[in-house]
């Protein structure tokens, strides 16, 4: 079954009987998985700018803490515009990042679905939809990516299920989600804020949510080579494992 051909026993486009749907074909997640990859280094970078900013900001507040009057009003006023900055650099590699993993899944799931129809609750617009459900967005991703997963493995020689370990999954997604969890908590105190001490509390919290955001970035990168890996390797052998 490999990239570009149908299902085995399937015919191929314009060999269907007439009236007959075209058979779905496998297609390579190579290129989506590289461009992934690079959005993913790309958002840790800017979430890793991100923490040094609100790092930069909690040491000012605590001198602010300290003596209120030793900190210029320029200081602070840098401090501000470069959180600022950071904080849209951080927004736009999210938001591309977002967009082409997205795409990326779809295409996983899709491939999933030749694989082992049967593997699946829902459909393939599951891939897309899930993440804009409120939320339900915080643990449906994860089930199309373990069903996506689970599929994409091949079976042993003699046709029994072979189990891959989920870790670069699972780890990968409970750390996306704490991340996420921080950054909007963060971001909720820190406009909030209306003292030095809140404002200190907001930053090491924004910190800390850059940090675990690089964390998982980097498993992200490991889940998505993985999983392609698993389906390059079903789509050039077929389904069944070597002896």
Not at 3 to 23: D, H, I
Not at 179 to 194: F, W
Not at 234 to 241: F, S
Request: contains cysteine.
């Amino acid at each position: 079954m490999p990239y570009g051909q149908p299902p085995y026993g399937q015919l191929p486009y314009g060999q269907q009987p007439y009236g007959q749907p075209a058979a779905p074909v496998l297609r390579s997640p190579r290129g989506l998985a590289t461009a992934v990859t690079v959005l993913l280094c790309a958002a840790a970078l800017a979430a890793l700018l991100g923490s040094a900013a609100d790092l930069y900001t909690w040491s000012l507040m605590k001198d602010v803490q300290a003596a209120p009057f030793s900190v210029e009003q320029d200081t602070l006023e840098g401090a501000d515009l470069l959180t600022t900055l950071t904080g849209g650099f951080q927004s736009l590699t999210l938001l591309a990042t977002a967009v082409v993993f997205v795409i990326w899944f779809h295409r996983v799931r899709a491939n999933g679905g030749i694989f082992n129809p049967g593997a699946f609750t829902g459909s393939a617009g599951w891939a897309v939809g899930s993440w804009f459900i409120p939320f339900g967005n915080l643990f449906l991703p994860y089930r199309v990516a373990a069903q996506t997963w689970a599929a994409s493995v091949q079976l042993g020689p003699d046709g029994s299920f072979r189990r891959v370990s989920t870790v670069p999954l699972t780890s990968w997604w409970i750390l996306w989600v704490l991340s996420r969890v921080l950054d909007t908590t963060a971001t909720l105190l820190g406009s909030r804020a209306q003292t030095p001490e809140a404002l200190r509390t907001a930053s090491a919290l924004g910190a800390f949510a850059g940090v675990t955001t690089v964390a998982a970035a980097a498993l992200g990168i490991v889940f998505v080579l993985r999983l392609t890996a698993l389906q390059n390797v079903k789509a050039a052998q077929g389904p069944y494992a070597a002896a």
